[in-house]
C-alpha cells in the first residue's frame, strides 16, 4: 500500500489545499493530511478547528485521513509507513524553500521521497494567510474555500470582535 503524508499548517484550508489533495488521492492508495501542531506560526484555528474543517472538505474521497502531528516530519512519516511527502508548489516562490526542504528530508531519510504537485493555474495565488487577511476585512472569500470554511472563518472573526469589546 503507498502511502502518502500531505503535511502543512492549514490555518484554514483553502481550495488550492483541496486541489492537490485531489490530485494525491489519483496517485496514492492512502493519502494523510497532516496537520502541524507547531504554534510558532500562531495559527487562527486551533488543530481540531482545523483537523475538522479538512474532513468535511474532504470527506467524499475515501482513501483521505486526517492526522495531526508533532515531531520531526520524517521521523512521523517512517512511523506511518509513507512512501512520499507530498507538497504543492504554485510559483518559483514556493521553489526555493521547498527545495531546501525537500534536499534537507532526503538527507535525514533517504528513501523517503517528495512529490510536488501544481494546483490548477487558478490557485497558484492562493494561501490561508491572504484568505484570512480579506475575510477579516469582510471580503468575499466565497471562491476560495469551501462552505464551512467560509461560514467558520466569518464565525471565528466575529468571535474575535466580540473578545475585544
Ligand atoms: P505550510 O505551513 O507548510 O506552508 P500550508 O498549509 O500553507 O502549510 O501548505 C501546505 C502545503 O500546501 C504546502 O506544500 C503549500 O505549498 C501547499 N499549498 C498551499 N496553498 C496552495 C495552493 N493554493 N495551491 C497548491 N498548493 C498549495
Redesign the pocket.
Known amino acids: 500500500m503507498k502511502i502518502g503524508i ?6 484554514p484550508i ?1 481550495n ?2 483541496i ?2 489533495i485531489h490530485r494525491s488521492a489519483t496517485l496514492f492508495d492512502k493519502v494523510i493530511v497532516a496537520v ?1 501542531t507547531n504554534p510558532q ?1 500562531s495559527p487562527l484555528f486551533t488543530i481540531k478547528e482545523r483537523m475538522d474543517l479538512i474532513q468535511s472538505s474532504v470527506h467524499s474521497l475515501e482513501n483521505v485521513d486526517v492526522e495531526s502531528f508533532n515531531e520531526l516530519l520524517v521521523n512521523y512519516a517512517e512511523k506511518r509507513g509513507a512512501a512520499a511527502i507530498i ?4 510559483a518559483t516562490s ?1 521553489f526555493e524553500y ?1 527545495f531546501q526542504m525537500a534536499l534537507v528530508n532526503r538527507k535525514l531519510s533517504k528513501n523517503l521521497l517528495t512529490v510536488f504537485l ?2 490548477n493555474e487558478k ?2 495565488y ?3 494567510t491572504i484568505v484570512k487577511e480579506v475575510a477579516k476585512l469582510n471580503g468575499d472569500i466565497s471562491c476560495f474555500v469551501p462552505k464551512e470554511v467560509y461560514i467558520k472563518i466569518k464565525e471565528k472573526f466575529q468571535e474575535l470582535k466580540k473578545g475585544a469589546k
Open positions: 500531505y503535511p502543512g499548517t492549514f490555518d483553502t488550492g489545499h486541489d492537490i502541524t506560526k507538497r504543492g508548489l504554485r514556493d521547498e501544481m494546483p490557485y497558484t492562493l494561501n490561508s
